[in-house]
């Protein structure tokens, strides 16, 4: 299953960088610049910046573990970009 969602930010890279980095010091996680995934153990999510903003993707086996992986993103970008309060609507793209 799929989920995405998009921040308009202007600050999508710096976010993206800040994910990455506190996520890999406990799982796989590859970073670029303007693009990084994360590995967690019940899904993953694909993330890229540019100057709109951050497009998040996230994708599970089912719909427990997908609304856990939305969850956990959701939850740790707020707190990185809690200056800038996001309201992240995520959207199923996949069953």
Not at 67 to 78: A, C, F, P, Y
């Amino acid at each position: 299953m799929n989920a995405s969602t998009f921040f308009n930010t202007p600050n999508a890279e710096r976010y993206l960088g800040t994910l990455c980095k506190h996520f890999g010091h406990k799982v796989p996680v590859t970073h670029q610049p303007g693009s990084g995934r994360i590995e967690l153990p019940f899904g993953h999510c694909e993330l890229r910046a540019d100057e709109s903003g951050l497009q998040m993707s996230v994708e599970a086996p089912d719909q427990p573990q997908l609304d856990k992986m939305t969850g956990v993103i959701t939850s740790h970008l707020e707190r990185f970009a809690f200056r800038e309060n996001p309201q992240l609507e995520w959207q199923v793209t996949g069953a």
